[in-house]
């Protein structure tokens, strides 16, 4: 199973823009998923999660400018990033917990890096 990312740009500060990443391969079940976003020369932060039954859970950073949601049919997850600032300018990498069958614990995938520039 691997993840594919996409949706990163280059957009004005006060835009908006949509990441998606979708599985593709054979999958049993995806759990939570989640973005992480790494800025140049710092380290790698959770952004926002979700779980199967869609809780969510946003950094306080993220918190009301970005929403995550998932269609677990089509096993693909959303962040609609809105009000975006110079900061939050990073590369955003996608994880899930991947369950390969009922008794399994979860696996954690990760896709490739999108790189979204938020310019002033």
């Known amino acids: 199973v691997q993840l594919q990312a996409s949706g990163g740009g280059l957009v004005q500060a006060g835009g908006s823009l949509r990441l998606s990443c979708a599985a593709s391969?054979?999958?049993?079940?995806?759990?939570?998923v989640g973005w992480y976003r790494q800025a140049p020369g710092k380290q790698h932060d959770l952004i926002a999660h979700?779980?199967?039954?869609?809780?969510?859970w946003y950094h306080d950073s993220v918190n009301g400018r970005f929403t995550i949601s998932r269609d677990n049919a089509k096993n693909t997850v959303w962040l609609q990033m809105n009000s975006l600032k110079p900061e939050d300018t990073a590369v955003y990498y996608c994880?899930?917990?991947?369950?390969?069958?009922?008794?399994?614990?979860?696996?954690?995938?990760w896709g490739q890096g999108t790189l979204v520039t938020v310019s002033s």
């Open positions: 979700i779980t199967r039954d869609g809780s969510t």
């Open positions: 994880y899930a917990d991947e369950q390969k069958s009922p008794d399994s614990t979860n696996s954690p995938l």
């Open positions: 391969g054979t999958v049993f079940r995806i759990n939570t």
